[in-house]
């Protein structure tokens, strides 16, 4: 409660305030003289409440004037109840797309046998299928003793950036903002750079094991990295981090980036441990066998080892195939290879010259695949003709054939 005198006193402050400042800051200043007047009281002095956005809270403050408030506060009223709705709608819609593509993806491995291969497709053109690598040594981790699919991981991280980033448009109240409610903001919009940093610095690591180790073309792993990529470039290009928290916000956006690097270099080696003790005669386990054998050595690697035999059908077109002067050129990596050679059968291929065209593959012949111009793996080249892509037997005894007119 001000007395008569504090108050005269207050009244003739503000007016010197108007004399003498500059026209934003005298505006500002008759505001609060026209308040002061308006509210003084005859016998009492007078008495000013100020309410904040939240009804049930009131202070009992002196007239709403800089000379009085507290940089908080200032700060705090001066805020929207939602930073950048705009940008917050745009990181929701891609991170949502992220979610369906994850959620898909996830389904089609735990919940749909043959997903995985109906979703890829079979066809021979390197690097057209991307089942070696959905259902690959990498395509998941092992945690409390379950293998859990990167999908499903990705699922959680899309969905908890979707959620930071369209819940706080729900506040309806857009005019003014509490103390509590801007820390709150504050805290939503790190944890938010702290998700998208997660995404783009594991899709990073991803991107380097798809092209690095596994050599191949995944479409769905590519499009899932572009999304992450782009919510990680949102984050740190904008004013997401309020300024007075900018230290916080990098300490936790390099604990983020942190984290995320010793969870995929623990999927990284939890992979090359189960290559290494994988033992059944399907694609899946030569291909765990070949990936695992990159931590220990960068050339020289061996093609998966044949396991099928050759049927007489199969042991007829070989010979035919050799007298055609055919060869078939690959690459150790490539899972349409080693199945065309799962087709032909362990005999068949013995009678069929086979060309490594990787570099680090063992007796590569890099530079004969580049002077042939071999579009892909497999190519087979028969009668000095190429015929790019994955053939079925039928396919090889029409071309056999084609030849023999």
Same mark, same amino acid.
């Given at each position: 409660?001000?007395?008569?005198? $504090?108050?005269?006193?207050?009244?003739?402050?503000?007016?010197?305030? #108007?004399? $003498? $400042?500059?026209?934003?800051?005298?505006?500002?200043?008759?505001?609060?003289?026209?308040?002061?007047?308006?509210?003084?009281?005859?016998?009492?002095?007078?008495q #000013?409440?100020?309410?904040?956005?939240?009804?049930?809270?009131?202070?009992?403050?002196?007239p709403?004037?800089?000379?009085?408030?507290?940089?908080?506060?200032?700060?705090?009223?001066?805020?929207?109840?939602c930073?950048?709705?705009?940008?917050?709608?745009?990181i929701?819609?891609?991170?949502?797309?992220?979610?369906?593509?994850?959620?898909? @993806?996830?389904?089609?491995?735990?919940?749909?046998?043959?997903?995985?291969?109906?979703?890829?497709?079979?066809?021979?053109?390197?690097g057209?299928?991307?089942?070696? &690598?959905?259902?690959?040594?990498?395509?998941?981790?092992?945690?409390?003793?379950?293998?859990?699919?990167?999908?499903?991981?990705?699922?959680?991280?899309?969905?908890?950036?979707?959620g930071?980033?369209l @819940?706080?448009?729900?506040?309806?109240n857009?005019?003014?903002?509490? #103390?509590?409610?801007?820390?709150?903001?504050?805290?939503?919009?790190?944890?938010?750079?702290?998700?998208?940093?997660?995404?783009?610095?594991?899709?990073?690591?991803?991107?380097?094991?798809l092209?690095g #180790?596994?050599?191949?073309?995944?479409?769905?792993?590519?499009?899932?990295?572009?999304?992450?990529?782009?919510?990680?470039?949102?984050?740190?290009?904008?004013?997401? &981090?309020?300024?007075?928290?900018?230290?916080?916000?990098a300490?936790?956006?390099l604990?983020?980036?942190?984290?995320?690097?010793?969870?995929?270099?623990?999927?990284?080696?939890?992979?090359?441990?189960?290559?290494?003790?994988?033992?059944?005669?399907?694609?899946?386990?030569?291909? &765990?066998?070949?990936?695992?054998? =990159?931590?220990?050595?960068?050339?020289?690697?061996?093609?998966?080892? &044949?396991?099928?035999?050759?049927? +007489?059908?199969?042991?007829?077109?070989?010979?035919?195939?050799s007298?055609l002067?055919?060869?078939?050129?690959?690459?150790?990596?490539?899972?349409?290879?080693?199945?065309?050679?799962? $087709?032909?059968?362990?005999?068949?291929m013995?009678?069929?010259?086979?060309?490594?065209?990787?570099?680090?593959? @063992?007796?590569?012949?890099?530079?004969?695949?580049?002077?042939? +111009?071999?579009?892909?793996?497999?190519?087979?080249?028969?009668?000095?003709?190429?015929?790019?892509?994955?053939?079925?037997?039928?396919?090889?005894?029409d071309? =056999?054939?084609?030849?023999?007119?």
């Amino acid at each position: 409660m001000l007395t008569r005198a $504090r108050s005269r006193a207050f009244i003739l402050q503000a007016s010197k305030m #108007v004399k $003498r $400042r500059p026209l934003p800051a005298a505006a500002a200043a008759a505001a609060t003289l026209a308040l002061a007047l308006s509210n003084v009281q005859t016998a009492q002095g007078f008495q #000013v409440s100020r309410h904040y956005a939240s009804p049930s809270l009131t202070r009992q403050l002196p007239p709403t004037s800089p000379l009085f408030m507290s940089a908080d506060e200032s700060e705090a009223d001066s805020q929207p109840a939602c930073w950048n709705p705009d940008l917050r709608k745009t990181i929701g819609a891609i991170s949502a797309a992220g979610m369906a593509e994850t959620a898909y @993806l996830t389904y089609a491995k735990l919940f749909s046998p043959g997903g995985v291969a109906a979703l890829c497709g079979t066809d021979g053109q390197a690097g057209a299928g991307c089942g070696s &690598v959905l259902e690959g040594p990498y395509a998941s981790i092992s945690l409390f003793g379950a293998d859990i699919p990167l999908s499903a991981l990705g699922f959680a991280a899309y969905t908890t950036t979707t959620g930071l980033a369209l @819940l706080p448009l729900l506040n309806k109240n857009s005019d003014t903002i509490t #103390v509590d409610e801007a820390e709150l903001d504050s805290t939503n919009r790190i944890a938010l750079l702290a998700a998208t940093t997660c995404l783009i610095t594991f899709s990073s690591f991803l991107m380097s094991i798809l092209f690095g #180790v596994l050599h191949a073309t995944c479409p769905f792993c590519i499009a899932s990295a572009s999304l992450s990529a782009t919510l990680g470039i949102l984050s740190w290009t904008s004013d997401m &981090v309020p300024p007075a928290s900018n230290k916080t916000g990098a300490q936790v956006g390099l604990a983020s980036f942190g984290a995320t690097t010793a969870l995929t270099l623990t999927l990284f080696f939890n992979a090359g441990d189960y290559a290494a003790n994988a033992n059944v005669d399907t694609f899946s386990s030569t291909l &765990v066998a070949s990936t695992a054998k =990159v931590q220990k050595q960068t050339k020289d690697f061996p093609p998966p080892q &044949v396991m099928t035999h050759s049927s +007489d059908r199969a042991l007829l077109l070989a010979a035919d195939l050799s007298r055609l002067d055919a060869r078939m050129f690959g690459a150790y990596w490539c899972s349409h290879c080693y199945e065309q050679k799962e $087709r032909m059968g362990l005999e068949a291929m013995k009678k069929i010259p086979y060309i490594e065209c990787s570099k680090e593959g @063992l007796n590569s012949q890099n530079s004969l695949c580049r002077d042939r +111009d071999v579009p892909g793996y497999p190519t087979w080249e028969i009668n000095g003709q190429l015929f790019p892509g994955e053939q079925e037997l039928d396919e090889l005894e029409d071309i =056999v054939k084609s030849f023999k007119k």
